[in-house]
């Protein structure tokens, strides 16, 4: 088993910054890929970034790639996503998940979900 805490959410001005973090623990051996998801009311949840959990690489959906990144500490077991310029089409909860295989932007190939925390951004 894996679990997975997220934090760092809040509200913030357009055009601000936040970072979040996932924390793993349990078998975080298991875990070859994380990923962070999104979802806003009414909305499907959608693919944020994803990073292989030795770090080597990374992939971004193209609404944040020029504007989040994501990283990981391995001896922290915690990967982070920072997001800057923020829009109020950020608004969401924010997930991050684990899988044991290669990176994936689908949601439905992650096996393990934090909580999830929320983010706003004001106009």
């Known amino acids: 088993q894996v679990q997975l805490v997220e934090s760092g959410g809040g509200l913030v001005q357009a055009g601000g910054s936040l970072r979040l973090s996932c924390v793993a623990s349990?078998?975080?051996?298991?875990?070859?890929?994380m990923g962070w998801f999104r979802q806003a009311p009414g909305k499907e949840r959608e693919f944020v970034a994803s990073?292989?959990?030795?770090?080597?690489?990374?992939y971004y959906a193209d609404s944040t790639k020029a504007r989040f990144t994501i990283s990981r500490d391995y001896a922290k077991n915690t990967v982070y996503l920072q997001m800057n310029s923020l829009k109020p089409e950020d608004t969401a909860d924010y997930y991050c998940?684990?899988?044991?295989?290669?990176?994936?932007?689908?949601?439905?190939?992650?096996?393990?979900w934090g909580q999830g925390t929320q983010v706003t951004v004001s106009s």
């Open positions: 998940a684990a899988r044991p295989y290669s990176t994936s932007s689908n949601s439905d190939e992650y096996y393990y």
């Open positions: 349990g078998r975080t051996s298991w875990i070859y890929a």
């Open positions: 990073i292989t959990w030795s770090g080597g690489s990374s």
